[in-house]
């Protein structure tokens, strides 16, 4: 159980153009989902928290308008980076936290999008 | 500044040997510390974690120690394997924060040597 899904695995696209990037969570619920951005071997940085049927949360320096978060039902998230550039080539990771938890701060990571932009 | 200081960078140990990761903190409002597993290409996958109430966790190979007064923490992978080659992040939360974020150390790559 508690697997989370991200489509696609890997996208290349053009500068200028905008990408979808999918984050699903497969047999469970979850009222909030995170969206991280990794470098090549380094940590995970967190970019924004979104909670279902609101606005997302975002970290500093992130920029809200380039980085679109939707979190429109508890199984699904997606992030969309609008006029991407060859900076904005990442390591993108979503995870959810399952709906109703007490007692832990498990989140549940998915595999993750390789974005490169030429 | 960095909340979750996490050591060492890199750690080749022999096959059958015992791994060994240390982390520390400084926001003594954590109470929520796991460990994660990462494989190239891949997302993280949460390994074994602890809350401050016990010093120590065991789960098959994998042990955290915790230290409270000290603010730290460590992974001990015994009998450490070639298919335990990744790199491991050590994590930190605050249950009860209006978001439970993680913050995330730096990342330890471990290679076993077979």
């Known amino acids: 159980g508690a697997v989370v899904s991200q489509h696609p695995s890997r996208v290349i696209c053009k500068s200028g153009t905008s990408v979808k990037i999918e984050c699903r969570s497969l047999?469970?619920?979850?009222?909030?989902m995170f969206w991280y951005r990794q470098f090549p071997k380094q940590s995970l940085m967190l970019m924004a928290t979104?909670?279902?049927?609101?606005?997302?949360?975002?970290e500093q320096g992130v920029e809200k308008d380039k980085f679109l978060i939707n979190h429109a039902s508890l199984t699904l998230s997606t992030l969309t980076v609008t006029s991407a550039h060859p900076e904005d080539s990442s390591f993108y990771i979503c995870?959810?936290?399952?709906?109703?938890?007490?007692?832990?701060?498990?989140?549940?990571f998915g595999p993750g999008t390789r974005l490169t932009v030429l | 500044q960095q909340q979750v200081k996490q050591s060492p960078q890199s750690l080749i140990v022999q096959k059958g040997g015992i791994s060994i990761i240390n982390c520390a903190y400084e926001n003594t409002a954590f109470d929520y510390f796991p460990w994660y597993q990462q494989f190239p290409g891949k997302g993280p996958a949460l390994l074994i974690a602890?809350?401050?109430?016990?010093s120590e966790k065991k789960e098959g190979r994998f042990t955290i120690s915790f230290n409270k007064s000290a603010k730290q923490f460590s992974l001990h992978i015994m009998d450490s394997q070639p298919g335990d080659s990744a790199t491991y992040f050590c994590?930190?939360?605050?249950?009860?924060?209006?978001?439970?974020?993680?913050?995330f150390g730096k990342g330890t790559k471990l290679s076993v040597k077979p």
């Open positions: 979104s909670n279902e049927g609101s606005k997302a949360t975002y």
């Open positions: 047999d469970f619920q979850a009222t909030t």
């Open positions: 602890i809350r401050p109430d016990v």
């Open positions: 994590a930190a939360s605050r249950y009860g924060g209006s978001q439970g974020n993680l913050i």
């Open positions: 995870s959810a936290r399952p709906a109703g938890y007490t007692s832990t701060d498990t989140q549940y």
